[in-house]
Nanobody, 116 residues
């Protein structure tokens, strides 16, 4: 059983910053990739940013240059530094981890609200 626990969401004014954290626990060997997705009201869940075990990153065009995804010192943590936040970044953000068997794990979701 694998659990992903997120922290760091909240309310911020447009132009501000937030940092999301995610820590995995349970029975796993290694994740091939970890990252973040988000889902705004009435919209589909979408990829925000992902980092592979080798350190390669991929970002949604809408967040490039503003958000940074990074792994922690241990292999079971991932962070999302969000700068220059916009109203349209408002969403529930989900931590995601993909095992070497392509099994996807999800966190419980963390609300990020950006006031205009």
């Amino acid at each position: 059983q694998v659990q992903l626990v997120e922290s760091g969401g909240g309310l911020v004014q447009a132009g501000g910053s937030l940092k999301l954290s995610c820590e995995a626990s349970g029975n796993f060997f290694r994740f091939n990739a970890m990252g973040w997705y988000r889902q705004a009201p009435g919209k589909r869940r979408e990829l925000v940013a992902v980092i592979t075990y080798g350190g390669n990153t991929n970002y949604s065009d809408s967040v490039k240059g503003r958000f940074t995804v990074a792994r922690g010192n241990t292999e079971n943590t991932v962070y999302l530094q969000m700068n220059s936040l916009k109203f349209e970044d408002t969403a529930v953000y989900y931590c995601n981890a993909r095992s070497k068997f392509d099994v996807m794990y999800w966190g419980q979701g963390s609300q990020v609200t950006v006031s205009s």
